[in-house]
């Protein structure tokens, strides 16, 4: 290894390291989470784990998808509601599907819709389950997991 | 959908989710969602049934 190589990966266990790795270096843990929050799975795609990333990308716009078809609640910090500072925390959590859907589309829920109660919450775990792959990501760029 | 296919619709993909995140052997993700998906169902089919028993509140009036 020459010795640039040697300092891109400073701080990196070789082992945590596989072929499909597409970043190193001392950014490498904190791209792959800011990715990760991002793109859901996009963490785990630039760590080589592709297979997971791909899973973990279908289950959670499966999930974000799932909650916009029953017209479920996109979270905003409401005045005088604590509760919802930590709620629209969560559903941020989903990255640019949040954005997309907030931004983009315009995207509120309906509630009056039957399945209110239900879209708001597999929007708002979309959003927590990805805040996992964001952790997930740190540890396996940082060699903790494999 | 219904109510129990929302469910486990939920069940499935969280399941699924933390057999993929916690788990590397095919056989043991096999296994730990198994675990999780039908320990959610059940759970939910079991409190479902435990709140049956309770008494029902009168319905909420219409504005």
Known sequence: ?146 | MSHFGLMATYAFLVALFFAILWKRNRREQAKLFLQLFLGMMGGALVLAWLMYMLPSAPPAPIP
């Open chain 1, 1 to 146: 290894m020459s010795e640039a190589e040697d300092r891109a990966t400073a701080g990196v266990p070789s082992e945590s390291r596989t072929p499909g790795d597409a970043i190193a270096g001392a950014w490498r843990a904190p791209l792959a989470a800011a990715l990760a929050w991002l793109l859901p799975g996009a963490g785990h795609f630039v760590l080589g784990k592709r297979g997971r990333a791909l899973a973990f990308c279908a289950i959670v716009v499966a999930c974000a998808a799932i909650g916009c078809l029953l017209q479920g609640r996109l979270d905003s910090i409401q005045p005088n509601d604590p509760l919802s500072v930590i709620a629209t925390l969560a559903s941020l959590g989903s990255g640019v599907v949040h954005l997309v859907l907030k931004y983009v589309t315009g995207y509120e829920g309906s509630i009056v819709a039957a399945g209110y109660e239900y879209g708001t919450t597999f929007l708002r775990t979309a959003g927590i389950l990805n805040f996992l792959l964001v952790l997930d990501s740190l540890d396996i760029a940082r060699g903790r997991k494999g």
